[in-house]
């Protein structure tokens, strides 16, 4: 099949001032728009066109030959979670259902917030930070670096912030902890995170 661009969940400049539509405009519409045409381009003609993304993933993600699959596959499906991980109603206190498993997890809302904006921070050059669960319902934090996704690791994303430059350079500079901070404090989507914590096999 070819890939298409999905569409952004919100206006592109739904989020301000907390992110610009500039950087949603080139994040959006220049970066994950480029990976959709590489992918097309790499898959084209090959036994690959045939499948779902989520499987050219798993099916490319140990094989060294198909790294530039990979990591455009990856990549789209990465900024796909990405833009939904977003909302203009994010950020304050999660609901309190939620505020529960990630105090059960972390010892408090505010420490899930330190230990993702931490991890983030400490993401040497490009990756994400994904708040993620394993089949048993435990929720933890872990940083990938690139393309790398936790859909590969067995694990279900529940939420991801990309730390890439290309996804604050234009707002925040050099300023990643400040990016993450602002993530955190006002755009993360916190009934995504309850809406995927359901998929989850335990049930969380
Ligand atoms: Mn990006």
């Known amino acids: 099949m070819t890939f298409t661009l999905p569409p952004l969940p919100f206006e592109p400049a739904a989020l301000e001032p907390h992110m ?3 950087t949603i405009e080139f ?3 220049k970066h994950h728009q480029a990976y959709v045409t590489n992918l097309n381009a790499l898959i084209k003609e090959t036994p690959l066109a045939k499948e779902p993304l989520e499987e050219i993933i798993r099916q490319t993600a140990k094989d060294d030959s198909k790294a530039g699959v990979f990591n455009n596959a990856a990549q789209v499906a ?5 833009w939904q ?7 304050g206190e999660p609901p309190a259902a939620l505020a529960e498993k990630l105090t059960t ?6 420490s899930f917030k330190e230990q993702f904006k ?3 921070v400490s993401q040497f050059g490009s990756g994400w930070v994904w708040l993620v669960a394993d089949d ?3 929720l933890t934090i872990i940083k990938t670096g690139n393309a790398m996704t936790p859909l590969t690791m067995g694990l279900t994303p529940l939420v991801t912030c990309d730390v890439w430059e290309h996804a604050y350079y234009l707002d925040f500079q050099n300023r990643r902890p400040d990016f993450l901070q602002t993530f955190l404090d006002h755009l993360i989507n916190w009934a995504f995170i309850a809406e995927n914590i359901k ?4 049930g969380a």
Do not use: P
């Open 118 to 120: 931490q991890a983030g």
């Open 136 to 138: 048993a319902g435990t």
């Open 85 to 91: 991980s977003l909302s203009a109603q994010g950020g």
């Open 199 to 202: 998929q989850v096999k335990a």
């Open 78 to 82: 990465n900024h796909t979670f990405f």
């Open 27 to 29: 994040h959006h519409g």
């Open 20 to 22: 610009s539509a500039r």
């Open 105 to 110: 997890a972390f010892g408090s809302v505010e």
